[in-house]
């Protein structure tokens, strides 16, 4: 059996020190900008984690594709494995992490569903490949193997061909509505900085949380 208990990482970060209550989705962004300016390859992946109806949690991959002071956007099937379990427990999580700048971030929040404008423009900036792709799978079901994708592909590429993919009913944006966000700064010893915001009816409410 391997052993990891020996793998470690020294943080030598330059710490976090926040004087006052910034707004936590404008250093969200600075902290996405600083991620890409440091080469970090798709610094908008985040895992999203979901629980299904039995109270299972279930974590996966997605990319951020806008953030605005109302919350978080991304984009899914609205048949998949995620999307059925929003529908039946809108209260999700986010996490960033951001290896090489010694940072994390964690969101949590509640989801609603993207305004369908948004979708329809998002969408028709995709790539055709892509655009043809959403039609082509029917995402977190069952096939039998991938061919049975890929001869939904060229069904779909002939359906459209010689006109715009119009975007699926059943594909759409998400918004991430946020309740708490924590930004973590990995620092010497494990003596992170950590700041939790929580939002009240006042506003943001900042707290320094131990390491």
Do not use: C
Not at 42 to 70: F, I, K, Y
Not at 106 to 121: I, L, N, Q
Not at 135 to 148: E, Y
Request: charged share 25%; no cysteine; aromatic share 10%.
């Amino acid at each position: 059996m391997a052993d990891y208990t020996q793998i470690r990482k020294s943080y030598t970060g330059p710490g976090l020190e926040l004087s006052d209550v910034p707004d936590p989705i404008q250093l969200l962004h600075t902290w996405l900008e600083e991620a890409l300016g440091a080469g970090i390859a798709e610094p908008n992946a985040m895992a999203l984690s979901t629980v299904d109806s039995l109270g299972q949690p279930s974590s996966r991959m997605v990319l951020l594709r806008g953030l605005s002071e109302r919350g978080l956007e991304f984009y899914t099937n609205y048949t998949s494995q995620k999307a059925v379990e929003m529908a039946d427990n809108a209260q999700v999580a986010l996490l960033f992490f951001w290896s090489s700048v010694h940072r994390q971030v964690r969101v949590e929040g509640h989801v609603v569903f993207s305004d369908p404008t948004a979708s329809d423009d998002y969408f028709n900036e995709r790539p055709r490949e892509h655009q043809i792709g959403a039609w082509a799978s029917p995402q977190s079901a069952a096939i039998p193997d991938r061919k049975a994708i890929e001869d939904n592909v060229l069904r779909y590429e002939r359906m459209f061909e010689g006109k715009p993919v119009p975007r699926p009913s059943f594909w759409g944006g998400y918004l991430v509505i946020p309740q708490k966000i924590e930004f973590w700064q990995g620092r010497e010893s494990r003596l992170h900085d950590r700041y939790r915001f929580q939002q009240t009816e006042n506003g943001w409410k900042m707290e320094r949380l131990a390491p």
